[in-house]
């Protein structure tokens, strides 16, 4: 992700963060489930890494815009402390209680892919999101 950002950061100062980070929404979106069934019927080191590294392109594309239209939202006055709470709030609700969800998901269903599902359901959640901002606060 160090490595890819700047990259992704001079993409998305060419064509608008909003995009960017759109067309990463819905590469997770379309991949999420795919990429955790390959992984299940075949879970060798090899596969992990191919998946860790598509997962980490598209994770890339997604955060290494997300300050800049983050940004965005909020006026200047206040624009340190509603960065700050929107990102810690969610990737405090969303990324940190992950594991126990996933584990009471996995272990109530008994299905390996409940990781699968819960990335694609947070995908659409970040692409509506997107929609959204793009539409209030005119982000390209």
Known sequence: MSVG?????KLADRVGPARVMTWAATGTLMLGIPLFILLNQFPTLLVMI?????????ATAYFAPLTAIM????????RT????????????????????ILTFLI???GSL???GYYL?????????????SRRVFQQR
Do not use: W
């Not at 940004?71 to 206040?78: E, L, W, Y």
């Open 5 to 9: 950002s700047p990259f992704i950061g």
């Open 50 to 58: 191919g998946i860790e590294l598509i997962l980490g392109v598209l």
């Open 71 to 78: 940004s965005a939202m909020f006026p200047v006055q206040i």
């Open 81 to 100: 402390t509603g960065l700050s709470l929107g990102y810690n709030i969610g990737v405090t609700v969303f990324g940190g209680f992950a594991p126990f």
């Open 107 to 109: 272990s109530t269903t």
């Open 113 to 115: 892919l409940v990781p």
């Open 120 to 132: 694609v359901a947070i995908a659409a959640l970040s692409l509506g999101s997107i929609v959204v």
